[in-house]
């Protein structure tokens, strides 16, 4: 879709959900391209925006062309503010102090539930995943963005496995549940913006980015995503964003 | 006897004394018992006490569970070499740049290795329950997922106040605790630079410590600034100084990761990853005659690049 | 809405952004709303947030609850003017070697005044609690003994794993809390030497914070050393840059207790303590027009003597 | 009793009590005599013997004559090892890191009960003291050391308020009350050596200090010791003792 355009599919992603980042706000990012995500906000509409990584970090200045291979080595620790044990960072989620969470997805299904242990049966898995890291902290406790590249094996009916909850079975399951806060805002993926229904939690389309059609998020989606008639398109990405983004991942690492 | 009041005996028992406890890498892989939870120290790619693993799996030791906040590639090596056949963590592979680990898919999905996955939270709490000399400590993630219905030991329970819904996570106390620093003097008490991560609370909770490190340092270093010594020298059983201890894991303002060593091992393992991480651990762990060798095999240049990388992050 | 609902809400709708949040004393002291129930840092002669007691007291402000660690002299004045009808603490008095306070008896006793008695440890887990976004948090201590009897909201609980009995303490979420400290940026980022007590607890559980500094550096020096920032610049509301701000009380390293203030003051209650109490706010707390002028009262030789002794602290 | 000797009772009390902390004990030590206790210990019979205070200190140095006012201020802080939140100190009693608490003490019962909160009913009291402090979890946690004068007003068949439990109501109470570990396990005074009769958990002499008898003691205690026939005599204080004392206190604050 994005072969006629000067950016990829991976720029798209990262530009619209750093679009989502507000000024002022604590943001609990994951690795790759949420942390790029952030960084072009941050040199973008939102400077007062302040970085949080799993590892501990508080507010730090990553430098371009040096991006961490987590969020647990010194490249997150240039000149931060405070650095916190791993434990009392993700305390922060609990005890409120963050507006966002945002981080990476493996699979995802209709209610924003995420999976990062297992595909297939948990018991006799066809693939062992790496695990839940913080993902289910920050799902479990803040408002939560989700960008991933859209693929209709990762976009699921239901989920394998609920590593990270988001919506568990809809409704008010995850109120339920004992999760009286937070939850999935936002999925950003390379074709459109997504969010839910208020009262069924089901996955909708928020607005397509720029050459999508619904036909083409549906194809690309596992199970049937509300589309309004009238939605939204994104404006694409401008001139700026994306030389901010290549300067900060010249290598094309995550961008590529 | 509950089991609070084994722990409290066995922490009795240890010497608390204001007294040198240096000891080389293999006097100090004699500590751990047939059996013993180990717990690792430092995160990912962090601050790895790799030292002690690579004396450990050395020495042969089989069978162990160890308990980690986040487990990076030091898991491959601790599987294959069979020192390990359970992990307490919250992830476990190599890293982002270098894909999922086959070693950890190979062993966990073939059931020769039990992957015991909690959230990153859970594992903090844990530690610290035990630090505290807690036997729980609540909190209010996990519900709802499907974490919980695979765990052996965690509970939900009411608020004694509010009646809320929350999360018992027990405490976990290791029989012994492996921890890396940038320096320490010869009792034992430690100063960290960068990420604390979960080392204070794991050095607390634990039975037993082995506490590696950059430098030792005289106690009248330590003196001078104790409002930056993060463990205290009561908790450690055992000093040894290993200069790259981490290595090719990252020590914050000392090295960065060995990044080309990474590339390195995962090329070797594409192909055929049990046969890749025998290979790797022949060349590394079993062959070298010591430390020094072992280094020397990583690579002068590759040791003073991940030098030259990790001093430069105090650069304006 | 639930208590936990209800704190979420009120930590949301507070500006998180890095932002200058610098302000006079009397601007600090406008935070303060009626019926606030104020949480103060430092523990007995150490780090007290004396500066903004004494703007609070001279802005009139009356009946507040206040809660400290251990509380100190500093309470006779917050009894005596009305500031504080009710504490919340383990231990007030004045000091070992000045005896038991009057003041705090007087009050007490003829129930002006509540002192609400919990264990230190009790008072540090309640803060605790209330900066994990926990509603409580066990212990083992106070059973058995008369404080749990007299406290109206402790609990014992069993252990859910191992049925054991164990105290369970609330949360304390203070609506706005004083910290002093030795330095913190524009930004409210601050980085304390020596005992830093409860107070990163108490800035983290508390709804707003007031910070005042002996000086304000910069963001630039506080990211130079990021891992001796304590508490935050998100928990804070306002950064007053105080000198000598816990005089004739001690700041870690910039001077020690005015110890000869201290003498005089109890000389002054000795005959009758709530006269000589009146008569020492009159003179340092109403009549003074600016901090300035107070500390002028408290006298250069004394204020030299201070922070000589003070800054000795790192002499070999 | 000490006229007549070149030491004062205080002096007494501080070597007495000095010589109970064994060589690479951890103590958490209250202020005044049981810090100047501590100290003496440490340089005498005890040189790795590490004192941690209440404020948050493990291990420092104090400098003769510069005796702090309470265990928060710098004088406590001087060379030490470590410096925690009090909070972490006081959590170290409960994971066991601490051998001996030692600490003063106003108000003392028959089965080694505690008070410092108040003379008379507690809530019509005759006088209100400072209350416990760390007080409480000490005497809660660990197995405690507490040195006070010896007078019959401090020292009554039942305190008026359990402010830090010894044990209760003797036997097996303290047990049977949650408090599984720890316990008082010697009272000095400027009198005698105090114990607790392992079954009945009442207060007995386990020796007295050299000239003290028997009777002079139950004089001054407001219940009944249990004090056996042949009772042991402390060793009095030494030369070497009372010199390092009066080195350590050389304004004579707790030792006159």
């Known amino acids: 879709m994005t072969e006629r355009r000067n950016y990829t599919a991976a720029e798209v992603l990262a530009v619209m959900s750093s679009r989502l980042l507000k000024d002022g706000q604590i943001v609990f990012a994951g690795v790759g391209l949420p942390l790029l995500a952030a960084i072009l906000a941050q040199r973008t509409h939102a400077p007062t925006l302040t970085i949080l990584f799993e590892g501990g970090t508080i507010g730090a200045f990553v430098e371009p062309g040096q991006l961490p291979p987590s969020t647990n080595e010194q490249r997150c620790c240039r000149r931060a503010n405070m650095l916190l044990p791993s434990t009392d960072v993700l305390l922060l989620l609990q005890r409120g102090y963050v507006d966002i969470g945002f981080m990476g997805g493996a699979q995802i299904d209709k209610h924003g539930n995420l999976n990062s242990s297992f595909i297939g049966d948990a018991e006799n898995p066809t693939a062992r995943l790496p695990g839940t890291g913080g993902g289910n902290d920050i799902a479990s406790l803040t408002n939560m963005i989700v960008a991933m590249k859209h693929e209709k094996r990762r976009f699921v009916e239901k989920v394998d496995f609920v590593t990270s909850p988001g919506f568990l079975d809809g409704g008010r399951s995850r109120e339920k549940a004992g999760l009286d806060l937070g939850g999935l805002f936002r999925v950003v993926t390379d074709l459109a913006i997504l969010g839910f229904d208020e009262k069924s939690r089901d996955m909708k389309v928020v607005a397509l980015h720029p050459g999508v059609t619904a036909k083409e998020i549906q194809d690309n989606t596992g199970f049937e995503l509300i589309i309004e008639r009238n939605v939204e398109t994104t404006p694409p990405p401008t001139e700026d964003e994306l030389k901010v983004l290549r300067h900060l991942d010249p290598d094309r690492l995550y961008i590529a | ?316």
């Open chain 2, 1 to 316: 006897m509950t089991a609070y009041q084994e722990l409290r005996k066995k922490t009795e028992a240890r010497d608390h004394s204001l007294r040198e406890r240096v000891m080389s890498l293999e006097e100090a892989a004699g500590l751990v018992k047939e059996g013993d939870l180990i717990g690792l120290g430092g995160s990912t790619m962090s601050r790895t006490p790799l030292a002690m693993i690579w004396a450990l799996i050395r020495a042969g030791a089989k069978g162990h569970t160890i308990a980690r906040g986040i487990s990076c590639q030091e898991g491959d090596l601790t599987f294959a070499s069979g020192l390990c056949n359970h992990v307490i963590t919250s992830w476990m592979s190599h890293g982002l740049n270098w894909g999922v680990s086959k070693i950890m898919r190979n062993y966990t999905e073939q059931k020769r290795a039990v992957f015991e996955e909690w959230s990153h939270m859970a594992m903090g709490l844990r530690f610290r329950a035990g630090a505290m000399g807690l036997p729980f400590l609540p909190m209010r993630a996990m519900m709802g997922s499907d974490l919980m219905g695979r765990l052996p030991n965690v509970k939900t329970m009411e608020c004694p106040f509010t009646g809320e819904k929350l999360v018992a996570v027990p405490a976990l106390n290791p029989d012994i605790a492996f921890i890396h620093v940038q320096r320490c003097d010869a009792y034992g008490n430690a100063q960290m630079d960068g990420l604390p991560f979960l080392d204070a609370d794991l050095a607390m909770a634990a039975n037993r410590v082995v506490m590696t490190t950059e430098r030792i340092i005289s106690n009248d270093q330590i003196r001078r600034a104790p409002d930056h010594t993060r463990i205290p020298f009561f908790t450690v059983d055992a000093v040894v100084e290993v200069p790259f201890g981490c290595a090719p894991h990252e020590c914050y303002g000392v090295y960065e990761p060995f990044f080309s060593h990474h590339d390195y091992y995962a090329d070797l393992l594409k192909k055929d990853a049990e046969k890749g991480v025998a290979e790797y651990l022949q060349r590394f762990y079993y062959e070298p005659k010591d430390w020094n060798d072992y280094l020397g095999r990583l690579g002068m240049a590759e040791l003073q690049d991940a030098a030259r990388r990790g001093r430069s992050i105090n650069n304006d």
